[in-house]
């Protein structure tokens, strides 16, 4: 175990992790987040510009994470009706790029429909995105969580990079969904 600790904090160190949570994602947890991510921004003296850039940025990533995030069942030592809303989240910054990793448990059955409207803003140019974040707010499309999907075109939108994502099958029901977003200077 206390190996597994430093090889854990040495890929920290190397990927120059400034945070990282493992989780159930609440709202409490969102808000102090955010306050020591700005913090942080602000002690490495980044440009106004590219602090809102990634605090907007990280909004977004936060709040998909808290509002997307499926529970799974716990494991064979909890009791069968009991599960949890866990997932993992990331800061990072290398050079001249923030990275925001996150990382979350998703039902295998919506795979497929998430898969595909990623895909769909992927191929979408700038001013492609403009316009379907505008039909998507306008025409009231709603994701099966209840939001508009607008979070990912927005990210897309404000960081000008493809959405990098990765569906792990866990088991029959469950998906474990990563998205590794870069934030340029």
């Keep these: 175990m206390m190996v597994d600790i430093y090889d854990f904090y040495d890929k920290m160190e190397r990927n120059n992790i400034m945070l990282s949570f493992k989780g159930d994602v609440t709202s409490e947890l969102l ?3 955010l306050q020591i991510m700005e913090s942080k921004l602000d002690n490495l003296q980044e440009e106004p510009k590219v602090k ?9 990533c936060l709040q998909n994470l808290y509002h997307h995030m499926d529970e ?31 990382g979350n448990y998703i039902r295998t059955q919506n795979v497929d429909g998430l898969r595909t409207r990623l895909d769909e803003i992927n191929k979408l140019t700038k001013e492609e995105l403009k316009d379907y974040y505008k ?20 990210i897309a939108r404000k960081t000008g990079q493809k959405l990098n994502y990765h569906f792990m099958p866990i088991d029959n029901q469950h998906s474990f969904f990563s998205l ?3 934030i340029a200077q």
């Design 31 to 33: 808000t102090s987040i």
């Design 72 to 102: 799974i069942p716990m494991g064979d030592n909890i009791a069968e009706n009991e599960s949890a809303r866990s997932a993992i989240f990331m800061i990072g910054k290398i050079d001249n790029q923030y990275n925001i990793i996150t």
């Design 135 to 154: 039909t998507v707010l306008n025409n009231g499309e709603i994701s099966l969580k209840g939001g508009g999907g607008l979070g990912m075109i927005d």
């Design 52 to 60: 809102k850039k990634v605090y907007n940025v990280l909004v977004e």
């Design 180 to 182: 590794n977003i870069k």
